[in-house]
């Protein structure tokens, strides 16, 4: 089993940064694709950034360039820097591990936090 909890979400002005951070144990956390799905009200949960076993990342058209997602396998944490925030980035942010790949919504996940609250005001 792999727990996993986020923290650092809060209120932040559009346009600002925000560092959101995921510490996991378990299970050896380097054997795990760890990424961060987002879920806004009366939407469904999507993707958001991804880092492999071999630290390669992926991210969503809408977060490119601005958010940065990076992994420290010897702390077993997962950060993901959030840089020109804008009201639509509003939303819970949760991390989450798989065996193979973190889906496009979170469907399959092996697993995820609590979440944490970001939001951004305008």
């Known amino acids: 089993q792999v727990q996993l909890v986020e923290s650092g979400g809060r209120l932040v002005q559009a346009g600002g940064s925000l560092r959101l951070f995921c510490a996991a144990s378990g299970r050896t956390f380097s054997s795990y694709v760890m990424g961060w799905l987002r879920q806004a009200p009366g939407q469904e949960r999507e993707f958001v950034a991804a880092?492999?076993?071999?630290?390669?990342?992926t991210y969503s058209t809408s977060v490119k360039g601005r958010f940065t997602i990076s992994r420290d396998n010897a702390k077993n944490t997962v950060t993901l820097q959030m840089n020109s925030l804008k009201p639509e980035d509003t939303a819970i942010y949760y991390c989450?591990?798989?065996?193979?790949?973190?889906?496009?919504?979170?469907?399959?996940?092996?697993?995820w936090g609590q979440g944490t609250q970001v939001t951004v005001s305008s």
């Open positions: 880092v492999n076993w071999g630290g390669a990342t």
């Open positions: 989450a591990a798989d065996r193979v790949v973190i889906t496009a919504t979170g469907n399959g996940v092996d697993y």
